[in-house]
């Protein structure tokens, strides 16, 4: 059985969400809804839907995701039952008709094979009234690759379209990054276990980006920076052994760059880069690197 999570805070476009589960042709899912303290009250639009598919409602006094995104998922996760797999969707993104009966229908191909599942996506971009093309992926992709892919721009991921075990999910948990920027990106590195992550691009998740979403603001470049740079140093002490010489060097540089756009590198920062080079024995870039941290250490103020 799955259980669909949604931490329900804006009702702007909530209706579609909801009018996209009552489409589902397959309706052996539980939803359920918990409201972060929200000002906009669901519960007259919930009534129009109460008959349509298996939901809870819960309301949460206590506004937390402006303070922790990450746990704010957890609790509305707590709220669910003995559910095997898990998804948690956005309260502005929506499925299209066919999606949770294809998940069946791929279920004996994936079940202990693969903890993470992903449907292909489609972005909507409000500001212009625009949808992407179809975001779709290899059927089985290492998830080191698939973030690799993200990471040149190759593809795109988020939240809404994936599915995830509760036994990942149990054994990892999502990390709190401020805002739970890059949360999700490492969630999939993590909880795919080193099993592949299974796409099932017969299915397309509706992706919304707008002013009113984390994605779409431009008020908190900030926190999303200092997010960026803990994840990327997540990427250098665990995942940079599965890539290789290029990828190491992209990646490695990536992190030193999201430093300095927020500050100067400490110490333990340039003996970090230092020791990866000198780990992977990348002796042209390390002495690159080395001529900079020379450099920074000169003109150190």
Not at 13 to 30: G, H, I, P, V
Not at 76 to 91: A, V
Not at 120 to 147: C, N
Not at 283 to 294: A, E, N, P
């Amino acid at each position: 059985m799955l259980a669909i999570v949604i931490p329900y805070y804006k009702l702007n476009f909530f209706e579609e969400t909801l009018q996209s589960l009552a489409n589902q042709t397959n309706k052996e899912f539980k939803v359920y809804i918990g409201n972060d303290s929200s000002p906009q009250d669901p519960l007259p639009l919930l009534e129009k839907y109460k008959d349509q598919f298996d939901f809870e409602y819960f309301t949460f006094e206590e506004n937390l995701g402006s303070i922790s995104l990450v746990l704010q998922w957890k609790r509305c996760i707590d709220l669910t039952g003995s559910e095997e797999w898990l998804m948690i969707l956005g309260d502005d993104d929506y499925l299209d008709s066919a999606a949770i009966e294809n998940w069946y229908k791929n279920y004996n191909l994936f079940y202990k094979k693969s903890e993470v599942i992903r449907f292909a996506t489609k972005l909507i971009v409000e500001e212009t009234q625009t949808v992407s093309k179809v975001y779709s992926h290899s059927v089985w992709e290492r998830a080191t690759d698939s973030f690799y892919r993200k990471f040149e721009y190759l593809t795109r991921s988020s939240l809404s379209e994936h599915i995830f075990s509760r036994t990942a999910y149990v054994k990892y948990g999502f990390y709190d990054y401020p805002l739970a920027w890059n949360s999700d990106d490492r969630a999939w590195l993590e909880f795919s276990d080193n099993k592949p992550i299974f796409t099932i691009n017969e299915s397309v998740v509706f992706i919304r980006i707008s002013t009113i979403n984390i994605s779409g603001k431009t008020d908190n470049f900030y926190e999303k920076d200092l997010a960026t740079l803990e994840f990327y140093k997540f990427i250098v002490l665990k995942k940079l052994k599965f890539y290789n010489k290029q990828q190491r060097h992209r990646l490695l540089n990536k992190y030193e760059n999201v430093v300095k756009k927020i500050r100067k590198l400490y110490l333990s920062e340039w003996f970090l880069l230092l020791f990866s080079y000198v780990k992977y024995f990348d002796w042209y870039l390390l002495k690159k690197v080395l001529k900079r941290f020379i450099k920074s250490i000169l003109n150190y103020e």
